[in-house]
C-alpha cells in the first residue's frame, strides 16, 4: 500500500515569495490533514479536511496561508507572501475518517526555509 | 482545550536497556485515545502505540508497552531492550472525537552501542 506522498522535499525561498506544497493521501482516506512543525516542537495542526471540504482551520493563519483539497484527493498548502516565521516542516498527513481512534498516516514532510 | 506535556527534551540509553518516556496531558474529553509517534531524521511520523483512553488495560506492541494512568492523566512508553534503531524523536498525542491530534514537545532519545 502506497503511504503519503508529499513533494517537494526541500525548498528555500525569500521572504515575501509565495510557496505551495502537494500531498496525496492514502488511497481511500477521506481525513486529511496539514501540520506545521517548527524546529524542537511538535507538529501543530493547520487544517483539517474531510473529502473536500474544511472541518478545522481554526490554526490556519489565514491572511497569508490557503489550503484547497480538490476532487477530495489531492492537496494543496500555499503560503504567500512567506515569512521568517514561517520556516518549518510542512508534514501531511491522512486517516480513513475523523474519528479519535483512527490512526493518522504521515508523509515525509517538506521543510520549508524562508531567507 | 487539550494539552501534552513531555517533559524529558533528552533521554539515553544503551542498547538491549530499558527506557521509559514520560508524557502528561490534560484533557476536557470523556472519550479521547493517546497515541506514541516515533520520528527519525527522515521527518516521517510513525505510529509506535495507542491507547484507548476507556481501556484500562495498557496497551502493547512488541517491545513497546505504556503505562496508562487515566486518573494522573499519565501516559508514559516503555522501550524494552533498546536498539539502535529505536533512536528518534517521540512524540506523544492525543487525539479527540474530531480526529484532531495534539501533541507535546518531543523527547529526543539516543541509543548508546
Known amino acids: 500500500e502506497a503511504g503519503v506522498a508529499q513533494s517537494p522535499r526541500y525548498k528555500i525561498i525569500e521572504k515575501r515569495q509565495s510557496v505551495a506544497f502537494w500531498c496525496n493521501p492514502i488511497?481511500?482516506?477521506?481525513?486529511l490533514y496539514w501540520y506545521q512543525q517548527i524546529l524542537g516542537q511538535g507538529p501543530k495542526l493547520l487544517i483539517q479536511?474531510?473529502?473536500?471540504?474544511?472541518?478545522?482551520d481554526s490554526q490556519l493563519p489565514k491572511d497569508r496561508f490557503s489550503a484547497e483539497r480538490l476532487k477530495g484527493v489531492d492537496s494543496t498548502l500555499k503560503i504567500q507572501p512567506a515569512k521568517l516565521e514561517d520556516s518549518a516542516v510542512y508534514l501531511c498527513?491522512?486517516?480513513?475518517?475523523?474519528?479519535?481512534?483512527?490512526?493518522?498516516?504521515f508523509g515525509a514532510g517538506t521543510r520549508l526555509s524562508v531567507l | 482545550a487539550q494539552t501534552v506535556t513531555q517533559s524529558q527534551p533528552e533521554m539515553s540509553v544503551q542498547e538491549a536497556e530499558t527506557v521509559t518516556l514520560s508524557c502528561t496531558y490534560d484533557?476536557?474529553?470523556?472519550?479521547?485515545?493517546l497515541f506514541w509517534y516515533k520520528q527519525p531524521p527522515s521527518r516521517q511520523m510513525i505510529l509506535v502505540i495507542r491507547?484507548?483512553?476507556?481501556?484500562?488495560q495498557n496497551a502493547t506492541e512488541n517491545r513497546f508497552s505504556v503505562n496508562f494512568q487515566k486518573a494522573a492523566k499519565s501516559f508514559s512508553l516503555k522501550i524494552s531492550d533498546s536498539q539502535l534503531g529505536d533512536a528518534a524523536m517521540y512524540f506523544c498525542?492525543?487525539?479527540?472525537?474530531?480526529?484532531?491530534?495534539?501533541f507535546g514537545q518531543g523527547t529526543e532519545l539516543s541509543v548508546k552501542p
Open positions: 498527513a491522512s486517516s480513513l475518517e475523523y474519528v479519535a481512534e483512527n490512526i493518522q498516516y
Open positions: 488511497s481511500g482516506h477521506a481525513t
Open positions: 479536511f474531510q473529502n473536500n471540504g474544511v472541518v478545522d
Open positions: 484533557t476536557s474529553e470523556s472519550d479521547y485515545y
Open positions: 491507547q484507548e483512553a476507556y481501556k484500562q
Open positions: 498525542g492525543v487525539g479527540n472525537q474530531g480526529g484532531k491530534l495534539i
